[in-house]
């Protein structure tokens, strides 16, 4: 028992509950969610930008869809609202 309380003492790797504290606090971003944020951005972006009509930016977000992998494409129709 005393070169395990020794230790915890020297080792800042045992800081104990303080670090699951600390990590607990900090939530992962999911993959979908850092993708929605990435799109909205460029969208954001080319309207900005380009000028685009709200025709052409739903043409452009076809086109960019359908040139990702499947698991991209399933990930991003998770995203879209239920019409």
Do not use: C, W
């Amino acid at each position: 028992m005393v070169a395990l309380e020794q230790r915890k003492s020297e080792d800042t790797r045992t800081l104990g509950e303080i670090f699951f504290f600390l990590a607990n606090e900090l939530e992962d971003i999911t993959f979908r969610h850092s993708m929605q944020i990435i799109l909205e951005a460029m969208l954001a972006s080319i309207g900005e930008i380009f000028n685009v009509s709200d025709a052409q930016m739903n043409a452009f977000m076809d086109d960019f869809v359908m040139r990702l992998p499947a698991y991209l494409q399933e990930s991003l129709l998770k995203l879209q609202p239920a019409a």
